[in-house]
C-alpha cells in the first residue's frame, strides 16, 4: 500500500516536472521570436492588439500541456465503492443547503469541506485542505495575469475552467474520484470569489490583486457570518421623559402643590415699562406683588388650569377687600 502510494506520488511529481519544462522552453521560444522581429505590421484600431494576441497564444499552450499530461483514464465508481459522494446530486441531497447531514467518516482532523474524500469514504484532513487552497489560489493569480479573472467561477470561460480542473486532477488525484469532475468545479466555486478581484478594466490586469485567503468559517457553499447590529440606546424611563421634557420646555408640566408658592416666587415679573402703559396717571406706578404674581402665573400657565384659578381669586379678593368678587373679576383681563 505505501509503494503503491509512493508510485503514484513520483509519477505526479515528473508529470508536473515535464510539463513545467515545457512551459518554460515554449515562453523561451516565443521570447526569441519577439526578439528576432521587434517591428510588427501596424494593426488596425478595430482589431485586437498584440498584448491580447500573445496573451492568448500563451495560455493557449498551458492548456495544451494540461491536456497532454492529464491523460489518466478516469475512474469509475464500481473501483472506489467506499466514496460517499461520486455524484454531486447525492451530495446536494445530503447537505440540503447545511440543515442535512454528511454521510462521509469525519474525525478531530478533518477539513471544513466534507465532500473531499480519499479512497476509504474519510474526509480530506485539514492540511492537504489547506494545499488545496493554495493551489486553487495560485491558478486564479494565473487566470488574472491572463486576463481571465471575472467576478464569479461561473462567469469564468470554457478553457479557463477546463485549465483550472485539470491542474488541480494532476495535482491532487482525489479530485479525480467523481463524476464529471463536480468536485474540483465546485471546490474552486467556493474560494474564487475571496481571490479573483473585480474583472479587468482596459485589458489592465496589473492593477488588480489576488486577495489573500480568509478564514475556513466559509468553506461550505453558504456563509455563516452574521451582520452586525448597531447597539440600541437604553430603554427610557418615567424620571428620564421628565427630565428631557423639562429641559425642551420648561413650563410643560404643572408642578405639585408644595412646590407651587417656589415656583411662582421664582417666576419673573414682567417689565415696568408693560405695567406702566395701562395706569391712568402719567407717573410710573410701582406694581404691587399680586399683580406680578397673577401675570407671571398667566404667561407660565394654563388660564383653565385650577393653580391659576386660585391664585388670581386670592389677588381679586386683595383688591377688593373683604367684598365677594364678582364671575367677571374671575376672567383673565
Known amino acids: 500500500m505505501i509503494e503503491t502510494s509512493l508510485r503514484k506520488e513520483v509519477t505526479k511529481l515528473e508529470g508536473q516536472l515535464a510539463m513545467s519544462n515545457k512551459c518554460y522552453e515554449q515562453l523561451l521560444t516565443k521570447l526569441d521570436t519577439l526578439r528576432m522581429d521587434p517591428q510588427k505590421p501596424s494593426l488596425p484600431l478595430s482589431g485586437p492588439s498584440p498584448t491580447t494576441n500573445d496573451s492568448a497564444s500563451l495560455f493557449m499552450c498551458l492548456l495544451q500541456d494540461a491536456r497532454a499530461h492529464d491523460t489518466t483514464p478516469s475512474p469509475k465508481q464500481s473501483e472506489f465503492p467506499l466514496i460517499v459522494y461520486w455524484n454531486k446530486k447525492e451530495y446536494l441531497k445530503g447537505y440540503n443547503n447545511g440543515k442535512g447531514y454528511l454521510r462521509t467518516i469525519r474525525n478531530d482532523d ?44 461561473g462567469r469564468c470561460t470554457q478553457p479557463a475552467q477546463e485549465y483550472v480542473v485539470r491542474s488541480m486532477r494532476l495535482k491532487f488525484p482525489i479530485f479525480c474520484y467523481c463524476a464529471d469532475n463536480w468536485k474540483a468545479d465546485t471546490f474552486m466555486g467556493l474560494y474564487y470569489s475571496q481571490w479573483a478581484d473585480c474583472p479587468q478594466i482596459s485589458n489592465d490586469s496589473e492593477g488588480h490583486h489576488v486577495k489573500q485567503e480568509t478564514t475556513d468559517s466559509t468553506i461550505e457553499p453558504t456563509s455563516n457570518g452574521k451582520t452586525t447590529k448597531r447597539p440600541s440606546s437604553p430603554p ?35 417689565p415696568v415699562s408693560q405695567l406702566a402703559a395701562h395706569t391712568v396717571s402719567t407717573t410710573t406706578a410701582t406694581p404691587n406683588i399680586s399683580s406680578l404674581t397673577r401675570s407671571s402665573q398667566a404667561r407660565s400657565f394654563n388660564y383653565h388650569s385650577p393653580l391659576y384659578n386660585r391664585c388670581h381669586r386670592q389677588g381679586s379678593r386683595s383688591r377688593l377687600g373683604n367684598r365677594k368678587p364678582s364671575s367677571k373679576s374671575l376672567r383673565p383681563s
Not at 111 to 135: H, S, T, W, Y
Not at 240 to 263: C, G, S, Y
Open 110 to 153: 478533518s477539513g471544513m469541506v466534507g465532500f473531499l474524500e480519499d479512497e476509504n469514504g474519510n474526509i480530506v484532513n485539514k492540511d492537504e485542505q489547506a494545499r488545496m487552497r493554495e493551489f486553487q489560489r495560485s491558478l486564479a493569480y494565473t487566470l488574472l495575469k491572463f486576463g481571465l479573472a471575472p467576478t464569479s467561477w
Open 236 to 270: 427610557m424611563t418615567n424620571a428620564t421623559k421628565q427630565k428631557k421634557l423639562k429641559q425642551d420646555n420648561p413650563d410643560a408640566l404643572i408642578p405639585t402643590a408644595p412646590k407651587q408658592l417656589e415656583i411662582i416666587r421664582a417666576l419673573p415679573g414682567p
